[in-house]
């Protein structure tokens, strides 16, 4: 068996390789394709993931986040568009929605006054762009949602 590691900032592919209690060697056997030593790298960062090994990392070592970590963290594309996410409670997740489409829902008017000459002037822009986080806290808490379903998915395999 290896040895343990004590290095005190461990980043989350090592965090998520531990958490799973494999050595890197075990992973690697797991993942295939991705060598032990390409294992250290990452974890020591030294390099930076490819996406499809983050994609291979998450479904060894159970973890739904990593993809979402890599976008909004690693991807110069991701950084710019890509929140990052936290696994929440079902319920959470649940009245995020809920009260996002609700406020959405009282604004929907507007969005309608706003939109029906296909421009937005400047007495528009700021009931406008309150409507865009609306839409954009009702995108994350969906994408929430998602990350939620597949770490129940990846869980829920080991039964």
């Known amino acids: 068996m290896g040895r343990r590691s004590i290095k005190e900032n461990k980043n989350i592919y090592q965090l998520s390789r531990e958490a799973e209690e494999l050595t890197r060697e075990q992973a690697s056997e797991r993942m295939e394709y991705i060598s032990d030593d390409r294992i250290e790298k990452i974890e020591s960062e030294k390099v930076v993931p490819h996406p499809d090994e983050v994609l291979t990392m998450a479904e060894c070592y159970k973890n739904s986040s990593l993809p979402n970590y890599y976008c909004s963290n ?46 937005i002037t400047d007495d528009e822009a700021k009931d406008f762009d309150e409507i865009r986080r609306e839409l954009d806290n009702i995108s994350t808490s969906v994408q929430t949602l998602r990350m939620w379903m597949e770490h129940v998915e990846m869980t829920s395999a080991e039964d």
């Open 74 to 119: 690693e991807c110069p594309i991701g950084m710019k568009y890509v929140p990052q996410l936290e696994l929440k409670d079902l319920s959470q997740i649940t009245i995020e929605v809920v009260n996002s489409i609700n406020a959405l829902n009282r604004e929907k008017d507007r969005l309608i006054e706003i939109a029906v000459d296909g421009k």
